[in-house]
């Protein structure tokens, strides 16, 4: 690639927060350096103390190490605003690349409808993940609450947080995650603000990521109390309330 090139090119943040998971984040590392030909720079939050593995790698890292631990939401907003960029990507520990997730992307950005772009989500063993979603409901979600279920119906609505790509700007201008949510339901609530922005989700199908998603709420006390206050809020908030009134008055 020639030096012109990659000065056009939009710069690419991509944020990942680690929560001592120092090994998972070395094998995402590992695969950014070995598939991806678009230039990078990766903001490394560490949320608690851990001491990471060497993480030696052909792109820029800016590593940020939290004094106190802070929300999902908190982090990457932080991580936004680390290094100037075109495109901001939030991407988990524990996701896995197959090939350079970003051309694809960076291409659906472009739509003048789309508000954030996002990989088809598999899992381990290759089974298409409830990346997508439909608008979970009070009931809904108290249902699948009580019985453990899948977190929401599949759709087209909102995408779950493990990858997702904006606009620097587009992810600004509405206001990035609301750091009120500490885990949960963020993604959820981003996409419903850029929603009534009159902006929607944007799957890239041909990016296969794997995720293997552990699903804590579903078995750890505190996990499922952050769950349920996060619900709680979303359901309460403007956002939700607005987008009831306009799915209302749609025909």
């Not at 012109?4 to 090119?9: F, N, R």
Request: proline share 7%; aromatic share 8%.
């Amino acid at each position: 690639m020639n030096q012109k090139a990659v000065s056009d090119a939009p710069r690419v943040v991509v944020s990942v927060v680690s929560h001592g998971q120092g090994a998972l984040i070395a094998h995402l590392f590992s695969d950014i350096a070995a598939v991806c030909r678009t230039p990078v720079h990766v903001v490394l939050t560490v949320n608690r103390p851990e001491a990471l593995p060497d993480l030696a790698s052909p792109f820029p890292v800016t590593v940020v190490r939290n004094a106190v631990a802070r929300g999902f939401g908190a982090n990457h907003n932080a991580a936004a605003t680390a290094v100037p960029s075109d495109i901001f990507c939030v991407v988990n520990p524990d996701v896995r690349l197959r090939r350079d997730p970003f051309p694809s992307l960076i291409a659906r950005l472009e739509g003048l409808d789309v508000g954030v772009a996002v990989p088809l989500v598999v899992g381990s063993a290759g089974e298409v993940q409830d990346s997508l979603r439909s608008w979970p409901t009070p009931l809904g979600a108290l249902r699948r609450f009580i019985a453990g279920g899948r977190p929401a119906d599949r759709g087209d609505d909102w995408a779950a947080g493990m990858f997702m790509a904006f606009k620097t700007a587009t992810f600004r201008a509405v206001g990035g995650f609301d750091p009120g949510y500490h885990l949960y339901y963020e993604d959820c609530d981003l996409c419903c603000r850029l929603r009534l922005a009159g902006l929607r989700v944007a799957m890239a199908p041909d990016v296969v990521v794997v995720h293997d998603g552990q699903r804590t709420s579903h078995h750890h006390p505190r996990y499922l109390l952050w769950h349920a206050r996060s619900a709680l809020r979303f359901f309460r908030s403007a956002a939700y309330r607005r987008l009831r009134a306009r799915r209302a008055r749609s025909p």
